[in-house]
């Protein structure tokens, strides 16, 4: 089994920068792959970025400019660093975690789930 619990999220303005952490615990063999996704409300769960078994990073094309994923050393927190953001950054956001070595950014590749984390963009 693998827990996972994100944290960091808040209220911040436009242009501000956030960075969320997911603390990782349980079965290390079974984590391999880190990622976060986001929701907003109404829409589907979109994949941000992920980190490999290697430690390479990825990222969806349209969130790279702004958001960098890293984790320690012991991989047992993830992080998600967010720089000038916008209203339509507004989501519930979470970890994930898979056993897979290449999970890539579909949610269904992912067994394992934090409870997320709020993040509001506001003006």
């Known amino acids: 089994q693998v827990q996972l619990m994100e944290s960091g999220g808040e209220s911040v303005q436009i242009g501000g920068s956030l960075t969320l952490s997911c603390a990782a615990s349980?079965?290390?063999?079974?984590?391999?792959?880190m990622a976060w996704f986001r929701q907003a409300p109404g829409k589907e769960r979109e994949g941000i970025a992920y980190i490999d078994y290697f430690g390479n990073a990825r990222y969806a094309d349209s969130m790279k400019d702004r958001f960098a994923i890293s984790q320690d050393g012991a991989k047992n927190t993830l992080f998600l660093q967010m720089n000038n953001l916008k209203l339509e950054d507004t989501g519930q956001y979470y970890c994930?975690?898979?056993?897979?070595?290449?999970?890539?950014?579909?949610?269904?590749?992912?067994?394992?789930w934090g409870q997320g984390t709020q993040v509001t963009v506001s003006s």
């Open positions: 994930a975690a898979s056993a897979s070595w290449y999970a890539g950014l579909t949610p269904s590749r992912y067994t394992y």
């Open positions: 349980g079965d290390t063999r079974i984590r391999n792959a």
